[in-house]
């Protein structure tokens, strides 16, 4: 059973900043995606940064202040935030996929920007 476990939300003002990291119980090197989710309340799941093999893709809202990285000697992702805005708010999921397209996800860490 890969359990992935994340860290680092928090609750924070309007212009900061919070790194998230994702610690996983298997290889990641071998993942076909690994990457980041996020679900406001009452809205759907959404990708917010993932790395395949074709590369980086960060979604349209939070290029430019958002960076997802890997490392694959320590099996974590992080999430890289500044210039944080309220409706970054959400609960931010661990996401990783595998060569057969099964997903596996973390139990989520909540970021709260408010003023």
């Not at 940064?49 to 099996?75: C, L, P, Q, W, Y």
């Not at 974590?76 to 996401?95: F, G, R, W």
């Amino acid at each position: 059973q890969v359990q992935l476990v994340e860290s680092g939300g928090g609750s924070v003002q309007p212009g900061g900043s919070l790194t998230l990291s994702c610690a996983a119980t298997t290889s990641i090197a071998s993942m076909y995606s690994v990457g980041w989710y996020r679900q406001a309340s009452e809205k759907q799941r959404e990708l917010v940064a993932e790395i395949t093999s074709r590369g980086v893709m960060t979604a349209d809202s939070v290029k430019g202040r958002f960076t997802i990285s890997r490392d694959n000697a320590k099996n974590t992702v992080s999430l890289q935030m500044i210039n944080l805005k309220p409706e970054d708010t959400a609960v931010y999921y661990c996401h990783l996929k595998t060569m057969s397209y099964f997903n596996w996800w973390g139990q989520g860490t909540q970021v709260t920007v408010s003023s």
